[in-house]
Structure formats: C-alpha cells, structure tokens
C-alpha cells in the first residue's frame, strides 16, 4: 500500500475539514473571504501537482493502492487537475455569490471543496467499490448544494428532483453492479477484465453493464437520463450549477472510461452501434430543446445535455484518438462554462431570474463580462479559433477515422454538424441580447472584485490558449488517455 | 431441500407484500401501505439468512423495518391522509409506470433465461458473519469506508443546513 499516491486527496479532504472548523472561529464578517483562502489552497496544491514535486504526480509516480482500487495513472492525474481548477475558479465564484447565502456561507464552501474530493477520488476509482462510493460523496453533496438557497422555491424543487432522480440512477446502478459481481466474481477493473471476454454473451451480465451505463448516463446527462437537467440547472445556485456541469460531468466520464475501456474492453467493442446512437440523440435533444430557452442558465442546461452528446462522439469512437478528443473537450468546456456561469452570476446578481433580456446593455455596463460571455458563447458554439473548435474538429476527426469500419460513424458526423449548425442560432441570440438590446434595464456599472477578475481573464486566456495552441494540452490528454489502454501498467 | 421451500415461501411473500405496498386494494391508507413496506423488508431479512448473510439480514430488521420505517411513518403523519386517500391515479402516470417496470422485468427474465446457470464461474461463496464483514471493511475496503465517513459528514452538515429552523 502507498498512502503517499493519495496525498492530493487527503490534502483536500483535509482543506474541507478545516475550512468547516475555522467557521467555528472566525467573526461572521470575514467567513466569505474564507473561500478566497480555500481557492488559494487549491491553487497551490494544483501548482504543486503541476510542478511534480510531490512523489505522487513524477512521471515514476504511477502505481495502485489499496489491492488496485485505487489508481494514479496519467488519466487520473490529468483528471485531477482538471477538478482542482475547476474547484478553485468555482470557490472564487461561490465568494462572488456568498451575499446570496441566507446562511452557512463556510459551509457551502466546505461542500464544494467535499464534491471536490469525491471527483478527486472517482478519477482514480478502479474499482466497483471505489465508483460507486466516489459517485454518491459527489452526488450527495450536489443534492445539498442544489437546494442550498432554500429560501427559494426554485431551489428547493431541483433539489428534490435531483434527489429523487439520483437515488433512482443510483438504484439502477447498485443493481447493475451487484449482477456483474454476481456472474462474474470480480470487483477490480483489472480483474474483471481479464475475464470480461468469457461473458460476452452472457445476457444477465450484459443486463448488469447495461444498468451500470444507465447510472453513469444519469451523471454526464446524456439521453435519456437527461431529464433532470434543465431544472437542476435552472434552480440550483449558479456556482453550484457551475460546478456541476463541469466537475460532475468530466466525473461521470472518466469513470465511464475507465469502466468502458479498462474494464470490459470486450464488451464495448461489440457496442459501437449503442454508443453511436445515444451520442446522436443526445446531441439533437440538447440542441433542439435549447433553441425556446428564454432562461439562460436552462439554455445553459440543454447545452450542456448537447455537449455530453459531443462528448459521447470520443467514447463512440473507441480510439485513444477519440479518447483524448473527449479528455480536450473537456478542458476547454472548463474554461468556457465557467466563464458564462460567472458572468451568470455577477449580471444576474440583482434580478429573480436569469432570464436572456436581462443582459441588454451589457456592453455599456461591463465590456469586460460582455466580451467573455461572448467568446464563451462563440467557443460553445465551436467557432475558429476558440477552444471549442478545435475541441469539436478533434472529436469529429476521431469519429470520421471510423467510418471505414462502420458507416454508422458518418451518420453520427453528420447529426454532429447538423447539432452545431442549430446551437449557433440559439448561442448567437445570447450575443444578440447582449449588444442589440434596445431596452436596457438598468445602466449601472457592474463592480468586478480583483479576485473575480484574475479568474475571468484566466478563463479567456484558457479559451484561447487552448484554441490557438492546443499542443501542450493534447500531448498530456494522449499521454493520459495511454493508461486506458495498458491496464498491466497498473498492475504492478 | 428445507432451504429451497424456505427461500420459495420467503420470496414470494416479499412479492405479495411489495405488490400491497404499493396497490392495495383493501385500503388505501399510506400507514397500512408502511406496515406491508415492513413486513416486505422483514421477509428480505429472511432471504438473506438463507444467503448466510446474517449481518446484512440484522441490519435489515433493524435499520430498515425499525429506524427508517419510523421515520417513514413520521411524514406519513404529517401528511393530509384523507387528500391522499381522495386523490386520483393518473391514467397516463400508471401506464408508464406499468409498462416500464414490465419491460424491464421482461427482458430481467429473458436474459436470466438465456443464461445457462451452470456455465462460467460458480456464484462467489458469500461469507456474511459479522466478523468477516468487520474484517473486510478493514482491510480490503478500507477506502471506500473511509469515504463513506466522509459522505455522512456531509450528509449531517447537509440535514442541519436544510432542516434549520431559522434562516439568518
């Protein structure tokens, strides 16, 4: 056993233990600035990982503990990096929106840096144990942090919905694993797929794989587990919205490529036809729900359910070319989501809804939000020369590199750029509410504290770092995306 | 053979009981439909002994049919049972609810069908004392129990947030 691969882990269950306690202490005035502290934290240990000098995170540092449940290989560290900056710019943004906490500001911090650590742990579970406890420490506290502004009724019903929703996929899923376990006796990634080739055909297994897709579909929102999306979305406090269509997401797919691909790589290979066409729906659904949206964070919502499907067209593929497209998308939908949610959030900041007219005079009141809002739109949108672009050309390039096997991947090309084609015109009326309103609510100003400011300008400068050279970020998502595919690695 | 008649009886009392738990036809009253809920998970419990699982069957009596059950009857007492037991089933609600627990018992039993029981690996051998348990949880599943721990952190943080009476 090697405790010292879970440090980052332990740090950050650590961080929301403390930051829970220091409530305890500290004058009711000066608990919001908590979350700047708690975001710096975070920060640190990112700039930590990303500097390798912890024993965990060094090229050499790969390996399991705890009998191979728990794995730190290139994709769980490339996982966990990408949920500690998403756990940090949503902390900056949680401070940005404590005046709207009616009570337990430290606490809401606290949840957040928990569903962090959940992530944190599903990007290494490698293990039915690990997936499933990993999922509900997220889960969980996402029903908490849902209906956190309970005041609200919009909050309280997606809290409850979410609940119900989730203790159903979370059902459908125990099911699912306890068939696996029952007809095959493994419980180890690894293990399991050693064998997994010998049940191929084995329908109660396959009926087991197929519930533990269903609890995984709940999580990345992909149909037709999307059901709960918009309103959880819409209800939900908008840094918790925030966070859960990036970090809740990006968990639920490395988990599904970890058990898709190192688990029963036999199996997936006979479901080509499946993926394709759930990707596909997925995409149309989002997009063409998205398009009567008149509530942003809904819009936001639908096009996030659009953005699983894209995502899906990595996992169709079944390459570690489509693999890394996903592991790329995602880094720039980071940047991207974030950036609207903020902007979401400081706009929205005096009104009961977040509805699209009230971004009229946007231009005049802050360029600087108006300006991100509309490259986070444009790079949603996958307009050259943004992250979502290229994020978009990789994953369709990946697909269309599998057309000659099955020629059911230029149809799903094909439902992707007739996807793209409709969000343009939903994406583009956000830009149009912002610069062509005539009748502006209010004209004031929007005050931007440094902090927010500093995560804004990094969120662009990741929007279009990742646009313009995608180099760096690809070779660490193909390095990562490796460790699917040599499970002896972490074997040893 | 005793076992085989025992698991027969057991399981399908916690069919009948499941059944009653959610279409009664004698009343519709949620306390009765609570007190069938009881008895379905004692008859669970009884399913698991036959598993050798004696832990998991005592933890079932007593979290379930006692702890939640109480707490189940406690909302159901603060609930309008006489608009409860007015209200109309939805047509269209019973359908679906209908038709999909069909399909998915439908194709449940024809997978189960389509498998020969004897092929492959024989169902693993399940050791359900509770020392083994405890043995388990403390040396192979030491993680996911750690992390558990720190799911019902936040679950408690969780319920006295949302439950506070006051909102400062």
């Not at chain 1, 419980?187 to 794989?209: H, I, M, P, R, Y």
């Not at chain 1, 369709?396 to 084609?421: R, S």
């Not at chain 2, 008859?43 to 979290?63: D, Y």
């Not at chain 2, 348990?133 to 952190?153: A, D, Q, R």
Request: aromatic share 12%; with cysteine; proline share 3%.
């Amino acid at each position: 056993m090697n405790l010292s691969l879970m440090s980052l882990e332990i740090s950050v269950v650590a961080l929301g233990l403390v930051v829970l306690l220091a409530d305890l202490w500290l004058p009711a005035e000066r608990r919001r600035a908590l979350g700047y502290v708690a975001a710096a934290a975070l920060g640190l240990l990112l700039l930590q990982n990303l500097s390798g000098c912890c024993s965990c995170c060094v090229a050499g540092g790969d390996g399991t503990a705890f009998g191979g449940m728990f794995v730190q290989d290139g994709l769980s560290v490339f996982f966990k990096r990408f949920f500690l900056l998403a756990g940090a710019l949503v902390l900056v943004l949680a401070v940005e929106f404590s005046d709207r906490i009616a009570t337990g500001v430290s606490e809401y911090y606290s949840l957040i840096i928990f569903a962090l650590a959940g992530m944190l742990f599903a990007a290494s579970a490698n293990d039915f144990a690990m997936l499933f406890v990993s999922i509900e420490l997220i889960t969980i506290t996402f029903y908490i942090l849902t209906s956190f502004t309970r005041g609200k009724v919009a909050a309280l019903e997606a809290g409850v919905k979410y609940l119900i929703l989730g203790a159903l996929s979370s059902a459908f899923m125990v099911y699912g694993i306890a068939l696996v376990w029952g007809t095959t006796g493994k419980f180890n990634f690894n293990e399991l797929a050693q064998v997994a080739g010998n049940f191929t055909d084995n329908k109660v297994f396959l009926f087991g794989v197929v519930f533990i897709l269903a609890g995984l579909g709940f999580k990345i929102a992909a149909f037709p587990f999307q059901m709960w999306t918009p309103d959880v979305y819409q209800g939900a406090p908008t840094p918790t919205t925030a966070f859960l269509a990036v970090g809740s997401k990006a968990a639920g797919f490395v988990l599904l490529l970890r058990f898709l691909f190192t688990a029963i790589p036999s199996v997936t290979a006979h479901w080509d036809k499946l993926l394709i066409i759930i990707s596909g729906i997925t995409i149309l659904y989002g997009n063409l729900c998205a398009i009567p949206q008149r509530n942003l964070k809904r819009l936001l919502g639908y096009s996030s359910i659009a953005h699983a499907g894209y995502l899906l067209l990595g996992v169709a593929a079944m390459t570690s070319a489509g693999q890394s497209a996903v592991l790329y998308y995602l880094s720039g939908y980071l940047f991207t989501t974030l950036a609207a949610f903020t902007v979401i959030a400081l706009v929205m900041r005096h009104l009961d809804s977040e509805d699209i007219a009230g971004l009229a005079g946007l231009n005049q009141r802050s360029p600087l939000l108006a300006a991100t809002l509309t490259l986070a739109m444009v790079s949603l949108a996958g307009i050259p020369p943004l992250a979502g672009f290229f994020g978009k050309f990789l994953l369709l390039k990946a697909v269309i590199e599998q057309g000659a096997v099955n020629h059911g991947y230029y149809c799903l090309a094909f439902t992707a750029l007739v996807g793209v084609v409709i969000s343009l015109y939903y994406y583009f009326g956000v830009i149009r509410a912002i610069y062509w309103s005539k009748d502006a609510a209010s004209r004031e100003p929007i005050l931007i504290s440094t902090p927010m400011r500093v995560a804004i300008v990094g969120c662009i400068a990741g929007i279009f770092w990742l646009g313009v050279a995608p180099g760096a970020v690809l070779r660490l998502a193909e390095s990562a995306v490796n460790a699917l595919h040599c499970p002896g690695l972490a074997l040893n | 053979m005793a076992t085989d008649i025992l698991f027969y009886v057991l399981a399908a009392l916690t069919l009948i009981f499941g059944a009653l738990v959610v279409a009664n036809p004698f009343s519709r009253n949620p306390v009765t439909s609570a007190m069938f809920l009881v008895l379905t998970i004692i008859s669970m419990a009884g399913l698991f002994v036959l598993l050798h699982a004696f832990f998991l069957a005592a933890v079932q009596v007593l979290v379930y049919a006692g702890a939640v059950m109480v707490l189940f009857l406690f909302v159901i007492m603060l609930l309008d049972l006489k608009e409860e037991e007015r209200r109309k089933i939805k047509l269209t609600g019973l359908v679906a609810g209908v038709v999909s627990v069909g399909a998915i018992v439908a194709i449940f039993v024809r997978s189960l069908l389509a498998t020969k029981p004897s092929e492959n690996l024989p169902a693993p051998t399940a050791v359900g004392d509770t020392a083994t348990l405890g043995k388990m949880l403390f040396t192979n599943y030491l993680l996911p129990f750690e992390i558990v721990s720190i799911l019902l952190l936040v679950a408690m943080v969780g319920v006295i947030l949302l439950s506070k009476k006051d909102l400062k």
